[in-house]
């Protein structure tokens, strides 16, 4: 093996890699899962393209505006914008991201150089590089058509600035991986940022009381103001180095570019040393010594849950048991329970109430109400079109026990609508408060459409689950999404469903019968109840025939 590494280029290297990894995802698209999975993806290409090419657009119009007109400062915006979204863009995302562990790539006769080109060039595959390297060509195009004597300084400029960018957010991955080695650690800054993301558009009033009556010209000024106290960091230089060159002052432009050479070359020393500790073997482990169980405390435990649980058949009692304790295990899950009451707190505030900071004029609870309900159907229901994705090696369990799957799939969705239940019950407590609840036809409706609309997507998504599984990891921030066939079915069914509710609900205005919402709702709900239940036995021989895949995708 060393003999190989030895022989063997750096490119050639590369290119081996390369080579490897083409022929190791064109071995996936042979199975029907992964080419519907791609066909996803590229739909939501598509509709990132639209938004990429549409912010180019406007990046080339305000570069070549800057520049023929003479308002340079338009440039340190322009490039504070792309770097702020270069860095933040990926924590947003980082579940949609490909989980790919370099510290794989350890197994190939790799010389550390080559680990360090491929780890670098692997930060060009990110969405958000792809996104930033676009629109500084576009940046780079409008200052060149305004004046074509800064196209050389303009081009060394997005050379660095892209350079500076990969490097820096490679690094902070780097060090993002290792500081959330351990799950814990990872769920509670897990936790803080969703409550900092929410809590942070509970002062959009107070930031429009204070702009009120200020001039777009003296908000803009501020804002420059603002950007040249940050004049020492990497965008300001690259903007300033621009200016600079645009202004022709030689030496201004040296400096600037130097100032970015020296933070390519700090930068890239740090990440040298943080991928040389993976290189030589660095393993992150979050194993913890063993604990003695209680077995006393245990006992009375599970004799309370036999007590709770009496009243199902015992397979689909352990199954519930079971759903149980890994919700209590997964912080991530626990956590994100939260965002339905802080939703509704905001959007209550927001679009009705007394004092709406959105709208002038208050949204009645009449409509709020079902809106508000709708949405959080749409955040809820979205897991439960990979209720195997915990399961691992585990689900070989349900096909060697003596136990029928409709029972595995019943416990899983009681799981779900008990969850449901939960969250919409205290949903309904704070919009009381907030807002008052409706009017009594408009409630019912309400109640029975969410009836619906579950028991509604409980056959498709259980069907899904067994025909399109994705594994998750616990405690993981990387990789944690369905397979793209899901997430789209999903949202599709989701959007039907809503559609009809949404004209159920109208057309008891228009008839001007408040109860005939309620009536419809009634018998839709009993149909959607009784196809559901019928279903259950279907799916579980559709899960006999998806044996094989569960377990082949579960279990890697």
């Known amino acids: 093996m060393a003999d190989v590494a030895n022989g063997s280029g750096v490119f050639a290297q590369i290119r081996l890699v390369a080579g490897l990894r083409w022929r190791i995802l064109r071995n996936l698209m042979r199975t029907r899962n992964s080419r519907w999975d791609v066909f996803g993806l590229v739909w939501a290409a598509i509709f990132a393209s639209a938004f990429v090419i549409g912010l180019c657009w406007l990046l080339w119009w305000g570069a070549y505006f800057s520049i023929s007109r003479g308002q340079y400062a338009w ?265 339905p009451p802080l939703l509704v707190l905001l959007f209550s505030s927001q679009f009705s109430g007394k004092h709406p900071s959105v709208t002038h004029t208050a949204i009645t609870s009449d409509t709020f109400f079902p809106g508000m309900m709708g949405y959080l159907i749409l955040m809820l229901m979205t897991p439960a079109y990979n209720c195997f994705a915990y399961e691992s090696k585990g689900i070989r369990n349900y096909y060697t026990a003596p136990i029928r799957f409709r029972d595995v799939l019943l416990a899983k969705n009681l799981m779900y609508a008990s969850i449901l239940g939960f969250e919409i019950a205290i949903s309904t407590a704070l919009l009381s408060i907030r807002i008052g609840l409706p009017s009594t036809p408009v409630f019912a409706a309400t109640l029975l459409a969410l009836v619906f609309a579950i028991a509604g997507q409980l056959a498709i998504a259980d069907w899904v689950s067994l025909s399109f599984p994705r594994k998750l990891e616990y405690g993981s921030m990387r990789g944690q999404r369905g397979s793209g066939v899901s997430i789209w079915i999903a949202f599709g069914v989701q959007i039907l469903l809503g559609g009809i509710c949404a004209v159920i609900l109208f057309a008891g205005r228009w008839a001007q019968n408040p109860w005939l919402p309620a009536e419809a709702f009634a018998v839709l709900a009993a149909a959607s109840l009784g196809g559901y239940f019928a279903s259950l036995d279907a799916l579980s021989g559709v899960a006999e025939k998806k044996k094989e895949v569960l377990i082949e995708t579960l279990s890697k």
Not at 114 to 141: H, R
Not at 250 to 261: A, R
């Open 75 to 339: 440039l340190l915006l322009l490039f504070w914008c792309i770097f702020l979204f270069w860095q933040t863009f990926p924590i947003f995302i980082a579940g949609f991201g490909a989980p790919f562990e370099f510290r794989t790539l350890l197994r190939f006769p790799l010389r550390f150089s080559t680990f360090y080109f491929i780890g670098l060039a692997y930060g060009l595959a990110d969405f958000a590089a792809i996104c930033g390297t676009c629109w500084l060509v576009s940046i780079a195009v409008g200052v060149s058509m305004a004046r074509l004597s800064l196209l050389p300084a303009v081009a060394l400029i997005i050379v660095l600035f892209i350079w500076m960018n990969i490097t820096l957010e490679r690094l902070l991955s780097s060090w993002m991986e290792r500081l959330l080695a351990r799950r814990r650690t990872r769920e509670l800054l897990f936790g803080l940022f969703i409550l900092l993301s929410v809590s942070a558009q509970f002062i959009r009033p107070a930031l429009i009381h204070y702009s009120e009556g200020a001039h777009g010209t003296a908000q803009l000024q501020q804002l420059q103001r603002l950007v040249s106290y940050l004049s020492p960091f990497p965008p300001s230089l690259a903007g300033s180095a621009l200016i600079a060159a645009g202004q022709g002052q030689p030496l201004q432009f040296l400096f600037k570019v130097g100032g970015l050479f020296i933070y390519i070359a700090v930068l890239s020393g740090f990440l040298w040393r943080r991928f040389a500790s993976q290189y030589r073997g660095e393993e992150l482990s979050e194993t913890s010594a063993p604990i003695q169980a209680a077995a006393n405390a245990s006992s009375v435990r599970l004799g309370r849950k036999s007590d709770l649980l009496a009243f199902f058949s015992p397979p689909v009692a352990a199954v519930l048991a079971k759903e149980f304790k890994y919700l209590m295990r997964n912080g991530f899950v626990l956590i994100s329970l939260l965002m």
